[in-house]
């Protein structure tokens, strides 16, 4: 795709300090001398860009465009809502520290802004919730869809997500419309933050700073995980789980206390 196309929001004004933009262009500097097949890819993402936020609305709207939608058009949503929001922004730097942090398959910045599928499903819901919160319920959708049919997530844009948030490798996790995810929050594939029917209103999970949800994990309804708790791998949560405790089985039983004071932070899915 002509780079032209999607240029839209170029700011050529000198940017601030930005140590997470200037990790991933140093990177991608050393990824394109090292592997002369992406060059072109790392120059249109990266290195032409003039701050993160450019780069992220490219890449992901590379991504989403279609023939009805154009990657154009998608990128300049992104870029309205960044520029409105300067939070999202700062999330989802917040984010890419927390991939890089607690993955160990993670080798720079560059990684989850690239290609990993749930870094790039949460940056697309955050914008999708941005226009959830701005009226324009349609268009949140859309990228709703677009985001699952792309990465195999499916988070409603109504949902609340803090910063700070690993979602490792990402397939099969869903995430209701009530949802609540505090900051520094971590999961695993097949997570499910969903309601136990077809009851209406505030339905869903809220699940506190902190939480490790391991792989499969089900929280159902509109119940709190305390902060700093820890779900095992495939347990069935039907009821609150206090702070600081672990949660395992199906359906889950309190098993003990953590022994971290962050299991989030650690990613250790033993109980």
């Excluded at 300049?76 to 520290?97: K, N, S």
């Excluded at 969903?194 to 700073?209: F, L, M, N, Y």
């Amino acid at each position: 795709m002509d780079n032209a196309v999607l240029r839209t929001g170029a700011d050529t004004r000198p940017a601030t300090v930005d140590p997470v933009w200037s990790r991933i262009r140093d990177a991608a500097h050393e990824r394109a001398r090292g592997e002369p097949v992406l060059a072109g890819l790392l120059h249109a993402t990266i290195l032409s860009q003039p701050r993160f936020e450019a780069a992220l609305s490219y890449h992901l709207a590379r991504l989403a465009g279609t023939t009805e939608v154009p990657a154009a058009l998608i990128r300049q949503i992104f870029e309205e809502a960044f520029a409105a929001d300067p939070a999202i922004g700062l999330a989802a730097r917040a984010d890419i520290v927390a991939v890089t942090e607690r993955d160990p398959a993670c080798t720079s910045p560059l990684d989850p802004l690239l290609w990993f599928k749930g870094f790039h499903a949460l940056q697309t819901h955050r914008v999708a919730h941005w226009l959830w919160t701005e009226g324009r319920g349609t268009l949140a959708h859309f990228l709703q869809s677009r985001a699952s049919a792309l990465f195999g997530l499916d988070i409603h844009p109504g949902a609340r997500i803090g910063k700070g948030i690993f979602i490792d490798h990402g397939t099969g996790v869903v995430i209701g419309e009530t949802a609540v995810v505090e900051d520094g929050v971590s999961m695993l594939h097949g997570v499910t933050l969903g309601g136990t029917g077809k009851e209406r209103g505030d339905r869903h999970p809220k699940v506190r700073r902190g939480v490790l949800l391991g792989a499969g994990a089900k929280v159902l309804g509109n119940i709190e995980i305390g902060a700093c708790a820890k779900i095992a791998a495939g347990s069935v949560v039907l009821d609150p789980v206090p702070a600081g405790c672990t949660a395992a089985g199906v359906p889950a039983r309190i098993i003990g206390c953590v022994d971290v004071p962050e299991p989030a932070l650690e990613m250790d899915q033993r109980i």
